[in-house]
């Protein structure tokens, strides 16, 4: 994206949001949110995961959500992918793109996806190029970089060095993920520079979970330094169910919200999005604790 003022809003609450729900929604429901959310102008949906039904019920009914929706030509939808399997299911239902995913906390990556960093590396060798052959992009995520919920701090130089890796194995983009919501601006400028040194801005992303109410002060940390990619989720849903302390992603309301203000374009119609952020709220039957959620946009009134 070259125009300055432009930023990507990579939308994950079907995935991210409904992976830490209770109950498991039926796929008629996730279509609702689904066809909300592009209303309001989303363009990039994480869609679904590809990973185990026994580890992720919430999404076991992945193949029949991403055959059956139908899309404008302007929207990409993604899914997570955590192997060779993963990757034969998603090139079974013809989306566009698919992410793999892993973490800089050795602890948490055996926690989420049952393997070493070095041997998720291997695994990727064997998931990256045939998908880029099979016609997909690929994004990447690297989790716990801000901070891991069994190992603590996380040392950026490493987790940078994974997000390289990834790049070269032929991710368009990775997105460094603040899991548990435990990031401050001082560190995100520390990371997010580490980043840029190795990487140009547009292959770097923020996935920031707003766990403990720091996620936008680090989004306008890491907009100040050039990084125009930012993961929300609507209404603030969302968590890993293999990190505990894993709470709401930053909502995409509050995030457009603040671009908006800032004179950013996202191309996001925040009234539609907040009606979205309803019907999210509806169908998954408890209240969603994204701010602008709550308060609607600011408007004066008669
Ligand atoms: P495993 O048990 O080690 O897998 O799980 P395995 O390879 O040993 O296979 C065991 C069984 O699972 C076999 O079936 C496989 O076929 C099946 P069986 O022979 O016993 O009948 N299997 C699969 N089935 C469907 N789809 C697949 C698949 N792979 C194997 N892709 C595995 C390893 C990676 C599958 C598992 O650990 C898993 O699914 N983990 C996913 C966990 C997850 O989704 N976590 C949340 C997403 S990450 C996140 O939220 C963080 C993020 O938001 C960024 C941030 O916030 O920082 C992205
Ligand atoms: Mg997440």
Redesign the pocket.
């Known amino acids: 994206m070259k125009n300055p003022s432009q930023v990507s809003v990579y939308e ?1 609450s079907l ?2 949001g409904l ?1 830490n729900e209770k109950g498991v929604l039926p796929t008629e429901s996730k279509r609702a949110i689904l066809d909300a959310l592009i209303a309001a102008g989303l363009k990039r949906i994480e869609l679904t ?8 019920p919430q ?1 076991a009914d992945a193949e029949e959500l991403a055959r059956e929706v139908e899309v404008p030509d302007d929207v990409t939808l993604s899914a ?4 060779a ?2 990757l034969e ?1 998603a090139l079974g239902t013809g989306l566009p793109e698919i ?1 793999v ?1 892993m ?1 800089a906390s050795e602890t948490h990556n055996r926690k ?4 070493s960093i070095d041997r998720t590396l291997e695994v990727f060798d064997e998931v990256v190029p045939p998908a880029l052959e099979g016609g997909l992009r690929v994004r990447a ?5 801000w901070g891991c919920p069994y190992e603590g701090p996380i040392d950026p130089a490493r987790a940078i060095e994974i997000a390289v890796r990834l790049i070269e194995l032929g991710c368009y983009q990775v ?1 460094l ?3 548990i919501g435990v990031g401050n601006p001082r560190q995100t400028e520390d990371i997010v520079r580490r980043a840029l040194d190795v990487l140009p801005p547009e292959k770097v992303a923020l ?1 920031m ?1 707003d766990t403990r109410g720091t996620a936008l002060a680090n989004v306008v940390t890491a907009l100040n330094m050039g990084i125009r990619d930012f993961d929300a989720s609507v209404g603030g849903m ?6 505990p302390g ?1 709470s709401g ?1 930053l909502a995409t309301e509050d995030l457009v919200y603040l671009l908006e203000g800032m004179g950013y374009e996202t191309g996001i119609d925040l009234d539609l999005l907040v009606e979205a952020g309803r019907v999210a709220e509806r169908v998954v039957g408890r209240p969603l604790p994204g701010k602008v959620h709550q308060a609607g946009p600011f408007r004066v009134r008669a």
Request: charged letters at 15%; hydrophobic letters at 35%; proline letters at 7%.
């Open positions: 994950v995935r991210d992976q995961s590809f990973v185990s039904p026994k580890w992720v999404l997570l992918v955590p192997n399997k993963g299911r992410a995913f973490s989420n996806i049952n393997k995520y690297v989790s716990t970089v997105s993920g603040d899991t996935h979970h969302g968590g890993c169910p293999y990190a894993a992603n």
